[in-house]
């Protein structure tokens, strides 16, 4: 399996601003997905970001208001922009390894 | 879209019950992959299991158990004398790769009452 960090694991912002979500694994992996979870809701992808190439997103999602980095293989980052309550959620990144996808812990995002 | 489809949203038994948490999903494609994740109150994602579309067997862990049936495209998970510890949100989850992106059901939630 991996081991996965994200930080912050939660946060509470104001409207308007940004606020970017680190990801770090323990071993190298080709391919990350950001999902996001709206509070009640099941989990949705936002992108998936492979290294070396620009980030994939999925409808509904675009690059201006959440753009990614993926600088190395270990390491990504998630950047939610001009935020407003309606992203208040938790956002989670995930790994493949091995035919599987391990979760990240999670960061708790609420906007005022 | 290819959907999952988890049709109970809450179930809620005593502990010791037998409790089996349905997950129907649609697919046109030869291969494909199914997961089981547990979500509990603290909100990681713990993943419980993989089954990839050319291995029909059934699976057993421990208590849980996974039945995989391609002609009703079914891959149900029954927990066997449920816990309080079990008690979480269950999602059913499908790739078209294992290392592809998941769609995911709605969730079960469990509640597993002493």
């Known amino acids: 399996s991996a081991v996965i960090s994200q930080k912050p694991s939660r946060d509470i912002c104001q409207r308007g601003t940004s606020l970017t979500i680190q990801c770090q694994v323990d071993?190298?992996?080709?391919?990350m997905f950001w999902y996001r979870q709206q509070p009640g809701q099941s989990l949705t992808l936002i992108a998936t970001?492979?290294?070396?190439?620009?980030?994939?997103?999925e409808s509904g999602f675009v690059i201006d208001k959440f753009p990614i980095s993926r600088p190395n293989l270990t390491f990504s980052t998630l950047t939610v922009s001009n935020m407003s309550p309606e992203d208040s959620s938790i956002y989670l990144c995930?790994?493949?390894?091995?035919?599987?996808?391990?979760f990240g812990p999670g960061t708790r995002l609420l906007v005022l | 879209a290819q959907k999952v489809t988890q049709a109970q949203t809450e179930i809620s038994v005593v502990e010791k019950e037998d409790v089996t948490l349905d997950c129907v999903y649609e697919t046109r494609d030869t291969t494909y992959y199914l997961f089981w994740y547990k979500q509990p109150p603290s909100g990681e994602l713990v993943f419980l299991i993989r089954?990839?579309?050319?291995?029909?067997q059934n699976e057993i862990s421990g208590r849980y158990s996974w039945n995989f049936q391609k002609s009703t495209s079914s891959f149900n998970f029954t927990i066997t004398a449920s816990q309080v510890v079990d008690s979480a949100v269950y999602f059913c989850a499908r790739g078209t790769g294992a290392n592809s992106k998941l769609t995911f059901g709605k969730g079960i939630t469990l509640s597993v009452r002493p």
């Open positions: 089954r990839n579309s050319f291995d029909e």
């Open positions: 970001a492979n290294q070396g190439s620009e980030a994939t997103y």
């Open positions: 071993s190298q992996v080709t391919m």
């Open positions: 995930s790994v493949a390894l091995q035919e599987t996808q391990y």
